[in-house]
T-cell receptor, first 110, second 117 residues
């Protein structure tokens, strides 16, 4: 079945360092979404990418959708302690279902 | 929007008991999803409703699991004869259909944490 993998599984960074997580799907995706889940919290939508090669920015966060629409990345510039959490990508599978990636847990050391 | 509401927030039960969880989606959100999340994993799709119709159900969902969404408003997820392996966070999410730019965005509730002893 369709799989969505993310690397790395964990990342510890010093505050101010950059962070990148990568998402890879076994199938081509019509769109890809990114969610953030704070420790003890629930997933919160960040962004959706639809077009091949699309790049979107939200302040210090940069999201990319690969040309083949099978991979995506999230890059955070100059991390802050508020960036702590697990970042998930999610892609549609069929008409209604979304498959979530394995997630990347980010810890930021002050 | 008042947000997606789930009840209860925590449930502790003994193996073999039945449990029922409730989800109140954001009003006018036609789509409703149930997910299960275990520690260190991403949300795992369980089932999907569009209005009152259950349009997809995961093959991972055994016959002990059933979900309903009467009248297309709130939804319930019931687990019969609970097993220790059912211990997890059960998340509900809703999304709109009519707002084109937002129609795929899933708004999650805080979840119900189930512990089966």
């Amino acid at each position: 079945g369709q799989q969505v993998m993310q690397i790395p599984q964990y990342q510890h960074v010093q505050e101010g360092e950059d962070f990148t997580t990568y998402c890879n799907s076994s199938t081509t995706l019509s769109n890809i979404q990114w969610y953030k889940q704070r420790p003890g919290g629930h997933p919160v939508f960040l962004i959706q990418l639809v077009k091949s090669g699309e790049v979107k920015k939200q302040k210090r966060l940069t999201f990319q959708f690969g040309e083949a629409k099978k991979n995506s990345s999230l890059h955070i510039t100059a991390t802050q302690t508020t960036d702590v959490g697990t970042y998930f990508c999610a892609g549609p599978s069929g008409t209604y279902k979304y498959i979530f990636g394995t997630g990347t847990r980010l810890k930021v050391l002050a | 929007d008042t947000g997606v509401s789930q009840d209860p927030r925590h449930k502790i039960t003994k193996r073999g008991q039945n449990v029922t969880f409730r989800c109140d989606p954001i009003s006018e959100h036609n789509r409703l999803y149930w997910y299960r999340q275990t520690l260190g994993q991403g949300p795992e799709f369980l089932t999907y409703f569009q209005n009152e119709a259950q349009l997809e159900k995961s093959r991972l969902l055994s016959d002990r699991f059933s979900a309903e969404r009467p009248k297309g408003s709130f939804s319930t997820l019931e687990i019969q004869r609970t097993e220790q392996g059912d211990s997890a966070m059960y998340l509900c999410a809703s999304s709109p259909i009519k707002r084109i730019l937002a129609k795929n965005i899933q708004y999650f509730g805080a979840g119900t944490r189930l512990s089966v002893l």
